[in-house]
Structures are given as structure tokens and as C-alpha cells.
């Protein structure tokens, strides 16, 4: 296993739409355990594989309080959102230490394939709901800033390419 290196925003490669898995393959499983690595690591309950420059529909999350219970969804897809919406504060791996609210689906079904490649089809509710909904987004190209105001999102890609300028890491 590795670590990866985490894409910073507002590096334009969080932007690329990743592609589905054609097959879940021993390579496919290096990348969920090496995305499992990374994310323990950096302390974060979830990552996306966009988030380390690969542009494949790989998913990891533990939201557990043990931290022992990771999950990999591969080609993950939503299958039902529930109406009621929560707002939650949330952060990012790839905007460190960057906090602010967002608001997102209460509940979640999610369809995807495993590590072994078995389709399986989960439910997620609270912490978890919130970042199924905030990975899936990653691997749209989106990260969670852009649920923000024009002007904190400025503030945030100012403050976090000042940081990069500066030599700064929030390691």
C-alpha cells in the first residue's frame, strides 16, 4: 500500500469528471487500498479518487467511530434521496481546514460494486449520507466550495493559494 498525494484547491484537476471502472481488477484493489491508506492518514472519513489525480469512479469512506469499518464503493450510483435535507458542516481533504455548511439529502441508497467487484446496494444516513453525497460529488468534478457563496469561495481560493505560494502544508 501508499500513501497519495492529495489534490489541493483549486487545482483544476478536481474538476475532472471521472470515468467507470470497466472491471474490478487487482489494480482497481491497490487503488482502494491505497486510497484507504491515504485517507486514515489524513485523518478524513472519506476520499474519492479524483481527489489523488485518478479519474476513475472509486469511492472510499469509514464514517465509523472505531475507524474500522472501511467501505469501498466502485462505479457507486445514487438510487433514492430522501426529500427531507439536513445541513451539516462539512470539510475536504482537498480544501484543508476549510470548514462551512452545506446543505444535502437527510438519507441515501447507494448501488455500487465492492472490493471484490459484487454489486451491493447500502443505506446511509447522517454522517455517512453526507459523504456518500460529497464524494459521489467529487467524481462529478465538483467540490463542496462550490455549494458556497461566489465570495467565500474567492476567499477560500485566495487564502489556500497563499498557503501554496507561502510553501505552507496543512500535513
Known sequence: ?????????PDPRLHTVAKPVPAVDERIRRLVDDLLETMYAAEGVGLAATQVDVHERVIVMDTSETRDHPIALINPELTWASEEMRVAEEGCLSVPQIYDKVERHASVKVQALDRQGERFEMHAEGLAAVCVQHEMDHLRGKVFVEYLSALKRDRIRTKLLKKARDGQRDD
Open 1 to 9: 500500500m501508499a500513501r497519495l498525494n492529495i489534490l489541493r484547491y
